[in-house]
């Protein structure tokens, strides 16, 4: 059985977004989001910082967030305020 540990519903979003808000954008995939946060992967992780703006897609408003964890190329993100 699966640990999923998250308390919303998860839809999967499998489009291009980008980490904003740090200088130049870094392009990312979002893999999933929920209403509180989304999984994203990027290029080079190192260049992420622990916090940021996130937009989900190419014409979507950017949201504050947190990272939660990290796994590789693969990032956690809580949504704030």
Do not use: H, K, Y
């Not at 200088?23 to 910082?49: F, H, K, N």
Request: net charge neutral; aromatic share 8%; with cysteine.
């Amino acid at each position: 059985m699966l640990d999923d540990r998250r308390g919303a519903f998860r839809r999967n979003a499998f489009t291009f977004g980008a980490v904003t808000g740090i200088g130049p954008e870094i392009e990312c995939l979002v893999w999933d989001a929920t209403e509180s946060g989304a999984q994203i992967e990027v290029a080079d992780p190192d260049r992420v910082p622990d916090r940021f703006d996130l937009r989900l897609t190419v014409d979507a408003p950017a949201r504050p967030v947190a990272v939660a964890w990290r796994r590789g190329r693969r990032l956690g993100l809580t949504f704030l305020g």
